[in-house]
Nanobody
Framework: QVQLVESGGGLVQPGGSLRLSCAASGSIFSIYPMTWYRQAPGKQRELVATITSSGNTNYADSVKGRFTISRDNAKNTVYLQMSSLKPDDTAVYYC?????WGQGTQVTVSS
């Protein structure tokens, strides 16, 4: 069984920054890709960024150049550094590994 616990969400003004963290329990962390998804009210869940076990990354076009995904395998933790935030980034952000989802953390971008 794997548990994922996200943290770091909150309210931020447009143009601001936040860093999300997702800490994983269990032994599978270092061998699987980690992915951040988000779901805005009334919209489908969408992929934000993925990082493989070797550190290769992929981003949604909407966040390229603004978000950075990284991982620390020693800490079983994946991060999402978000900069130049826009109101459209408002959503619940979830981390995902293998078949497991975190509980989500709310990010609200508003003045």
């Amino acid at each position: 069984q794997v548990q994922l616990v996200e943290s770091g969400g909150g309210l931020v003004q447009p143009g601001g920054s936040l860093r999300l963290s997702c800490a994983a329990s269990g032994s599978i962390f270092s061998i699987y890709p980690m992915t951040w998804y988000r779901q805005a009210p009334g919209k489908q869940r969408e992929l934000v960024a993925t990082i493989t076990s070797s550190g290769n990354t992929n981003y949604a076009d909407s966040v390229k150049g603004r978000f950075t995904i990284s991982r620390d395998n020693a800490k079983n933790t994946v991060y999402l550094q978000m900069s130049s935030l826009k109101p459209d980034d408002t959503a619940v952000y979830y981390c995902f590994i293998a078949v497991y989802w975190g509980q989500g953390t709310q990010v609200t971008v508003s003045s």
